[in-house]
């Protein structure tokens, strides 16, 4: 079954920097593209950064544009989110999304937390 594992994540100071992964299994990892998400307190998940299938495309939230970078290594079946010059306002439970034709799988996601 399709699964994704997070990990990553932790207290970093303001200005800091974190690196997130999420370990993919159960589906050929190369053929889709993937997504990083985040979900702050009483506020709705949003898209955080994308990149396609092979990697050649991205695409970030403008909150992130220069301080984020998705990448992917499709041999390790892992993508991975760089995060740099944090903010409080990055605060979140980041979330590792694949979406597989009809169906939407998410990781367990993991708590990213800026201290000012």
């Known amino acids: 079954q399709v699964q994704l594992v997070e990990s990553g994540g932790g207290l970093v100071q303001f200005g800091g920097s974190l690196r997130l992964s999420c370990a993919a299994s159960?589906?050929?990892?190369?053929?889709?593209?993937m997504s990083w998400y985040r979900q702050a307190p009483g506020k709705e998940r949003e898209l955080v950064a994308a990149?396609?299938?092979?990697?050649?495309?991205?695409n970030y939230a403008d909150s992130v544009k220069g301080r984020f970078a998705i990448s992917r290594d499709n041999a390790k079946y892992t993508v991975y989110l760089q995060m740099n010059s944090l903010k409080p306002e990055d605060t979140a439970v980041y979330y590792c999304?694949?979406?597989?034709?009809?169906?939407?799988?998410w990781g367990q996601g993991t708590q990213v937390t800026v201290s000012s």
């Open positions: 999304n694949a979406l597989l034709g009809w169906s939407v799988y």
């Open positions: 159960g589906f050929t990892f190369s053929k889709y593209r």
């Open positions: 990149i396609s299938s092979a990697g050649g495309s991205t």
